[in-house]
């Protein structure tokens, strides 16, 4: 099976930038979808980026846009989510997703993740 390991989270002071990296271990080749959650205290856990490991399009949260940018290597081995413009409601545990389905279910960017890593915090001060 599969397995997702996130790194790369850390303390930032607002304004600055982190990148996070997503690797899989496994056979990856097969994931449709993949990408970026994130969870907050107190808050629900919302999508933050992702997108069709075979090229496409890309989903990023209306609170993300313009700021953060998800990619992935060439061997589509490791996934990454380079952050810029920290601000500390950025601030919570942020999961690499992955996904054998497609990224656009019904019309809709609602993909049902069924492989998750177990996080990495992030934490942006004012």
């Known amino acids: 099976q599969v397995q997702l390991r996130e790194s790369g989270g850390g303390s930032v002071q607002a304004g600055g930038s982190l990148r996070l990296s997503c690797a899989g271990s496994?056979?990856?080749?097969?994931?449709?979808?993949m990408g970026w959650f994130r969870e907050a205290p107190g808050k629900k856990r919302e999508a933050v980026a992702y997108?069709?490991?075979?090229?496409?399009?890309?989903y990023y949260a209306d609170a993300v846009k313009g700021r953060f940018t998800v990619s992935q290597d060439n061997s589509k081995s490791t996934m990454y989510l380079q952050m810029n413009s920290l601000k500390p409601e950025d601030t919570g545990r942020y999961y690499c997703?992955?996904?054998?389905?497609?990224?656009?279910?019904?019309?809709?960017?609602?993909?049902?993740?069924?492989?998750w890593g177990q996080g990495t915090q992030v934490t942006v001060s004012p």
């Open positions: 997703v992955a996904e054998y389905g497609p990224c656009i279910v019904g019309g809709a960017w609602s993909a049902d993740f069924g492989t």
């Open positions: 997108f069709y490991t075979g090229g496409g399009s890309t």
């Open positions: 496994g056979y990856t080749d097969s994931y449709h979808c």
